[in-house]
């Protein structure tokens, strides 16, 4: 069993920066390396969409192209902790932000991941 709790979120005004962290935990987290941790975020009306994912050996990163210059996800092995810095924030990032994580490679595809944390609301204001 793996658990993810997500935190920062928060309401930010339009060009703002939050860094949102997902902390895990967990028997198998600690057993398993052949790690990848993602990003998503899902904002009302519309499906979960794929934000960042980075392998927790080695540190392989991806970011969606629509946040691609303002977003970066990092990572801290021994706090067990990934994170996602969000800079220059748009209305549009508004949404409910996700970390999940799965064995094996960094992958975009959300129904690849098995554990999910519960959310964090991010709300950008113009």
């Known amino acids: 069993q793996v658990q993810l709790v997500e935190s920062g979120g928060g309401l930010v005004q339009a060009g703002g920066s939050l860094r949102l962290s997902c902390a895990a935990s967990?028997?198998?987290?600690?057993?398993?390396?052949?790690?990848?941790m993602g990003w998503f975020r899902q904002a009302p009306g519309k499906e979960r969409e794929f934000v960042a994912t980075?392998?927790?050996?080695?540190?392989?990163?991806s970011i969606a192209d629509s946040v691609k210059g303002r977003f970066t996800v990092s990572k801290d092995n021994a706090k067990k902790t990934t994170y996602l810095q969000m800079n220059n924030l748009k209305p549009e990032d508004t949404a409910v932000y996700y970390c999940?994580?799965?064995?094996?490679?960094?992958?975009?595809?959300?129904?690849?991941?098995?554990?999910w944390g519960q959310g964090t609301q991010v709300t950008v204001s113009s």
């Open positions: 980075i392998s927790w050996i080695g540190g392989t990163t």
């Open positions: 967990g028997r198998d987290f600690s057993i398993w390396t052949n790690l990848a």
């Open positions: 999940a994580t799965r064995v094996g490679t960094v992958t975009t595809r959300k129904s690849e991941y098995t554990y």
